[in-house]
């Protein structure tokens, strides 16, 4: 293709809206044009980009065995009510009307119309499994739309739905979309991570997370760097860092602690190290009328070291605390405490409340903890001789660096991620809702059992540039570029052995296949190479009248320091072993 006949449109600096690099990049290098909050249109060169990612996942879907169809985005209200997601999903859920008042909604993923299309078309054992996917337009009405492609409210995801006669079938179909992904995601060259998950709001029994590593990314991932244990922040094992609870050494004591209302605070007051003390955090749970009114709160205290900070992720799914909790008033606090937060312990209650604390926590002795009195925390606090045994123990902490790996084979390193990808084994949580059945051998009916599968595939490019730019602009891996090469003739419109060089090379490398993009505008050499470095093409070439005369090329890679001379006879075999690689 030739420049001409194609859409340029750089920008020398990034509009003021821009916040991440990955934004301001697709703004300058004219990939995106923002056309509301949290929606683009999405121009020539970063369409391109677009279809080799989709082009790649329709590859690896279509091996895996999964059929293409297309779901629309605009989707009958009567088919979230079933499940109930019309109501639960709240205000990220588009809803609208149509002349005759009925409701419907823009869809943000297609649980609903893909069961209610399975509930209908597959009736027999023999029909099963069956794995449906499409690509298509999502809308998310977030609340505050940023980081461009990164949190956008309307984007381009690839989703799955397997469905399996039994759990035994669904986990075969998970294991080969797991295997699927991990394909795509070689194949676009990006660096990435797949970690176990939490399940979150979808549901189900099975997760893992496609996490793209870059530095600004949102999620934190640990890892063990010895072995394969990886999994979200949300999910990562918390191993008691204690093997097991020392004998009291000190007498309770009631110390004061002047305005020192923090561990961290304490600690230094005390000179005492931050593992020793306790962090006290106050949860309530209350239980509901039919109406809503609510008629009892059960007040939850709950314990982790110092250092450590609550996972709520893991505290939601403890007994007690699933069916949702919130952080308990001031009011409750002092009901229960007598103080005001900053000096709460479990010792000396007003009221009982459900004590839990973290496997650490659990522990540790001679340790400092809220005395309940404003200013005064307890020092030399145990177990069974100064307060109850808890309630419960558990992992309710964030894990830390350098924590022990929850499968023995090393320790925990945390990086941060993107999340692009994400696998659920949701079992039979749509299926029931919606009586997705199918007949077995012996004529009775069962629930379907699925599987789902997503990939944000517009949030690719925002991640792969995160991933990797530099202070010239985007560095595309090869497979997604928007183009693969580049040829940058110096005075094309002045020298006819330029002109004719670059024509011919252009039109050998496309007839073997080659993605590449002659750079004709007639634009000066700085400004041509500055425009190219910005839209990240992975490979250069520079045609001169000196060059040529030398019988040589000018050849440069995105990633490399500097040029090099390349003989015009060898250009292409060059270019091709580059490529390959």
């Known amino acids: 293709m030739k420049a001409s006949q194609f859409f340029v449109s750089t920008l020398k600096e990034a509009p003021a809206d821009a916040e991440v690099v990955s934004h301001k990049l697709m703004m300058r290098a ?37 059929v293409e169809l297309l779901m629309p985005v605009v989707q009958p209200a009567e088919l979230w009510q079933e499940t109930g997601r019309f109501d639960k999903m709240g205000p990220e859920l588009l809803r609208v ?15 609903e119309v893909i069961t209610d299309i399975a509930r209908q078309e597959l009736r027999s054992y023999k029909q099963l499994p069956k794995n449906f996917y499409h690509i298509q337009t999502k809308f998310r009405d977030e609340r505050r739309p940023r980081f461009g492609l990164m949190r956008g409210r309307e984007f381009t995801m690839k989703d799955a739905y397997s469905f399996d006669r039994d759990v035994a079938t669904a986990t075969v179909s998970y294991d080969a979309m797991f295997a699927a992904y991990q394909r795509i995601f070689d194949r676009f060259g ?64 009631k110390t004061p602690t002047p305005g020192k209302s923090t561990c961290e605070d304490v600690a230094a007051l005390l000179g005492l190290p931050l593992t020793q003390t306790v962090k006290s955090l106050v949860l309530a749970t209350d239980e509901k009328s039919e109406s809503g009114d609510i008629i009892k709160s059960t007040v939850w205290l709950l314990l982790v070291r110092g250092d450590h900070e609550l996972n709520e992720v893991k505290a939601g799914k403890l007994d007690g605390l699933k069916a949702g909790f919130r952080f308990a008033t001031v009011a409750e606090i002092e009901d229960h405490f007598g103080c005001k937060p900053g ?54 902490r964030n894990v830390v660096a350098g924590d022990p790996s929850p499968d023995g084979k090393g320790v925990l390193a945390i990086q941060r991620g993107i999340e692009v990808g994400h696998v659920f084994l949701l079992g039979t949580k749509y299926s029931k809702d919606m009586n997705a059945t199918y007949l077995d051998e012996t004529g009775k009916p069962q629930l379907m059992v699925m599987g789902c599968y997503g990939i944000g595939v517009t949030r690719i490019l925002g991640a792969a540039i995160e991933q990797s730019h530099d202070e010239r602009g985007i560095i595309w891996p090869d497979a997604i570029a928007p183009f693969s090469v580049v040829l940058c003739p110096i005075g094309m419109d002045r020298s006819e052995a330029v002109k004719e060089a670059a024509v011919r090379l252009h039109d050998e490398l496309q007839a073997l296949g080659v993605d590449v993009l002659l750079d004709d505008r007639g634009e000066r050499p700085g400004a041509m190479f500055a425009d190219w470095e910005l839209v990240g093409v992975p490979h250069r070439v520079v045609i001169s009248d000196r060059g040529l005369k030398e019988g040589q090329l000018e050849y440069q890679g995105r990633r490399d320091a500097e040029a090099s001379k390349v003989a015009v006879a060898d250009v292409v075999a060059h270019l091709k072993a580059r490529l390959k690689a």
């Open 30 to 66: 004219g990939m995106i044009k923002r056309l509301g909050a949290g929606i683009y249109n999405y121009m020539p060169m970063g369409l391109r980009v677009i279809r080799k990612v989709e082009s790649i996942i329709r590859e690896e879907m279509n091996r895996a065995g999964a």
């Open 190 to 253: 990006l660096q990435y991570r797949a970690v176990a998950a939490d399940t979150g709001a979808i549901g189900g029994d099975r997760s893992h997370e496609f996490q793209v590593i870059a530095d600004t990314g949102e999620d934190a991932i640990v890892y063990c760097p010895t072995s394969d244990y990886a999994a979200n922040i949300e999910l990562a094992e918390g191993v008691a860092l204690l093997a097991a609870r020392g004998a009291a050494t000190q007498a309770l004591t």
């Open 343 to 396: 000096y709460l312990g479990a010792i000396g209650l007003k009221k009982p409340v459900k004590v839990v604390a973290d496997r650490t926590v659990a522990q540790m002795s001679d340790f400092v903890c809220g005395a309940n009195e404003a200013d005064f925390h307890f020092t030399g606090a145990n177990w069974g001789r100064d307060l109850p045994e808890p309630d419960v123990i558990a992992d309710i």
């Open 97 to 111: 009307k149509d002349r005759h008042d009925r409701d419907f909604i823009i869809q943000p993923t297609s649980e």
